[in-house]
């Protein structure tokens, strides 16, 4: 039982499910929100007769913290073909359709039509929306576009603002960024971060070149710049540059992020696959991460880099790749979890209210079926998407 005078003006939800990943199993089937946050976690927990309390019965559902993607373009991303091949925005029911509570807003190649201006507006929408969203500054070319015309005061007097991204590197969309660049983005970045209390990574778009992650090695061996401030994504590409990611995850004691391409030509390539691949390279489970790249461009070029079309990435390869995971018992659900919940929220500075299931963390839960399936997403409490809703 539940003690004591209610909480001021604050309705509480009590979700009663039939497991809790927290992300390991817990004793726990029952999950008491107040004011955004978790209260308590118990069984058969009760509320004080006449506290505004509002009863979820899900006794075949599993909670589990809600997925996190740290790597979307909100606002569409696109634009390699012209203005007829911008991709559309993201609405936040199909973020939350996926399970997903949490997402960081990217700005891709067309940083001229679509500014850090317009990313920090979808944003702040989308968590009007119920969503819990954040951003990074920048975009693929260097210097980056910012909302201040200063990064360091971007991270430190913008709250939404939590690192640098996508700087894309060895890619012929890039601006081919000096290796001189790079380390002075990277390090006002740190600065203004450390100003602001926050990680403030470094997000790094990483393209077929054949420089791979070598300007990266580069950063961490010639500078001070510690290996959790720099993020690669995209590291499964092609097999070499996969390989050549575990070798940097092992050598600096790094983490990686693979993307869940839904038009990965090998399997093995898939955000499963290379998932499976980094695993089997020896590099540990906290050290990986997966994001969607969705509503960015698929774009295919001919061997000159001309443009020859392209399709809009979505989200729903993310968490169907993240299922076959655990189906295919790469990894046990638990360990599944960190891959695009726990070790996101550390990864970004936000493990300390993200990313799991405890007394005192942001209420965002997600309710599986047995298969997996995202079937309800609550964000601070406040359900987002229910499949019969």
Known sequence: MLTGPPPEASLLTLLRVGSIQAPELIEATDILIADGRIAALGRDLEVPAGWPVRVVEAPNLIAVPAFIDQHVHVTGGGGEGGCGSRCPEITAREVAAMGIGTVVGVLGTDGISRSPADLLAKVRGLRAEGIAAYMYTGAYRVPPPSLTGDLQRDLAWIPDVIGLGEIAISDHRSSQPRQDEIERLVSEVRVGAMLAGKRGICHFHVGDGARGLEPLRRLLTETEIPAEQVIPTHVNRHRALLEEAADYALSFKACVDV???????????????????????????????????????????????????????????????????????????????????????????????????????????????????????????????????
């Open 259 to 389: 993307t869940a391409f839904d038009d990965a030509c090998e399997d093995d390539l898939s955000g499963f696959g290379a998932v499976a691949r980094l695993l089997d390279r020896g590099v540990p489970v906290e050290r990986i991460t997966m994001s969607s790249d969705c509503n960015g461009s698929l774009p295919e070029f001919d061997a000159q880099g001309g443009y020859l079309g392209m399709r809009v990435a979505r989200n729903t390869t993310l968490i169907a790749d993240w299922r076959r995971l655990v189906h295919e018992q790469v990894l046990a659900l638990d360990e599944a979890l960190g891959v695009i919940s726990g070790n996101v929220a550390r990864v970004l500075g936000l493990h300390d209210r993200k990313g799991r299931l405890a007394v005192g963390f942001d209420a965002d839960v997600t309710l599986l079926d047995a298969t997996l399936q995202p079937q309800q997403t609550y964000v601070a409490g406040r359900c987002v998407y229910a499949r019969d809703g």
